[in-house]
């Protein structure tokens, strides 16, 4: 991963670096532990995990600490899925036909991933309150199917 810092002139300085797993391949800005700074989750497709680069001040990150995902996670996002006001990561995991949800446990740090059944090699996910009862619901494009599905909040 390589954010770039702009200077006033709309141009960038030198790429910095960080360290991720195997063939990252999607990422995500959110607050992950409420310091009201945008840290960074990044999926690692060939890894089976997901990262989350905590934000340390002045456009720099901690290294990764990595979750286990289901097989090959492509798309992230990162929303308030359970109501207790702090982001949770949603991932779909093209290689074993799944959506996961890491719910946030506090301070940036993520429950193990529960894991719901989708169409074939889902590809990206949203979420939105579909159907207005105030709940985010999880949309995914099943790419091998054809389809995209969406799976209602119950919560």
């Given at each position: 991963m390589q954010p770039f810092v702009t200077q006033c002139n709309t141009t960038f300085t030198g790429q910095t670096t960080y360290s991720t797993g195997s063939s990252p391949l999607s990422l995500d800005t959110v607050d992950v532990n409420g310091d009201g700074k945008p840290d960074i989750i990044v999926t690692n497709y060939n890894s089976n995990n997901v990262g989350v680069l905590v934000n340390t001040g002045n456009g720099t990150f901690s290294a990764q600490t990595t979750y286990s995902?289901?097989?090959?996670?492509?798309?992230?996002?990162?929303?308030?899925?359970?109501?207790?006001?702090?982001?949770?990561?949603?991932?779909?995991?093209?290689?074993?036909?799944?959506?996961?949800?890491?719910?946030?446990?506090?301070?940036?740090?993520?429950?193990?991933?529960?894991?719901?059944?989708?169409?074939?090699?889902?590809?990206?996910?949203?979420?939105?309150?579909?159907?207005?009862?105030?709940?985010?619901?999880?949309?995914?494009?099943?790419r091998g199917s054809n389809n995209i599905g969406v799976f209602l909040n119950y919560c």
């Amino acid at each position: 991963m390589q954010p770039f810092v702009t200077q006033c002139n709309t141009t960038f300085t030198g790429q910095t670096t960080y360290s991720t797993g195997s063939s990252p391949l999607s990422l995500d800005t959110v607050d992950v532990n409420g310091d009201g700074k945008p840290d960074i989750i990044v999926t690692n497709y060939n890894s089976n995990n997901v990262g989350v680069l905590v934000n340390t001040g002045n456009g720099t990150f901690s290294a990764q600490t990595t979750y286990s995902t289901a097989t090959t996670p492509g798309s992230v996002a990162s929303v308030d899925v359970n109501g207790d006001g702090k982001p949770d990561i949603i991932v779909a995991n093209s290689g074993s036909n799944k959506v996961g949800v890491l719910l946030n446990t506090g301070y940036g740090t993520f429950a193990a991933q529960t894991t719901y059944s989708t169409g074939t090699s889902p590809g990206s996910v949203a979420a939105a309150d579909v159907n207005g009862d105030g709940k985010l619901d999880i949309i995914v494009t099943n790419r091998g199917s054809n389809n995209i599905g969406v799976f209602l909040n119950y919560c």
